[in-house]
């Protein structure tokens, strides 16, 4: 039984940082990419970051330069740092799971889409204001 379980999430005020955490349990994958999602109202989710087993990472546009993932695997945990948060940052924070791995073509590579991805957490509110 694959569980996610995000927590951090929080009110702040814009230009402010919170840290996110996601600590999963129950899965066997040998090699896996973890998922930051966000979903504002009346909005559809998108993606923030992801990270694969090598420790490589990828962002969106809208906050590459202020977020940061990492991930600890002896500790089962992925984590979001949010810096210099804005309004437009508010939203339910989701972390997901998948065992895809990027792949490589048209000369870049491609972390897995959302629909890839298997297991997601409950979300943590992030409220800047």
């Known amino acids: 039984h694959v569980q996610l379980v995000e927590s951090g999430g929080g009110s702040v005020q814009a230009g402010g940082s919170l840290t996110l955490s996601c600590a999963y349990s129950g899965h066997t994958y040998r090699s896996y990419c973890m998922g930051w999602f966000r979903q504002a109202p009346g909005k559809e989710r998108e993606g923030v970051a992801a990270i694969d087993s090598d420790g490589c990472t990828s962002y969106a546009d809208s906050v590459k330069g202020r977020f940061t993932i990492s991930r600890d695997n002896a500790k089962n945990s992925a984590y979001l740092q949010m810096d210099s948060l804005q309004p437009e940052d508010t939203a339910m924070y989701y972390c997901?799971?998948?065992?895809?791995?990027?792949?490589?073509?048209?000369?870049?590579?491609?972390?897995?889409?959302?629909?890839?991805?298997?297991?997601w957490g409950q979300g943590t509110q992030v409220t800047v204001s």
């Open positions: 997901a799971i998948t065992r895809s791995a990027p792949a490589l073509y048209g000369g870049s590579w491609h972390f897995p889409e959302q629909r890839e991805y298997n297991y």
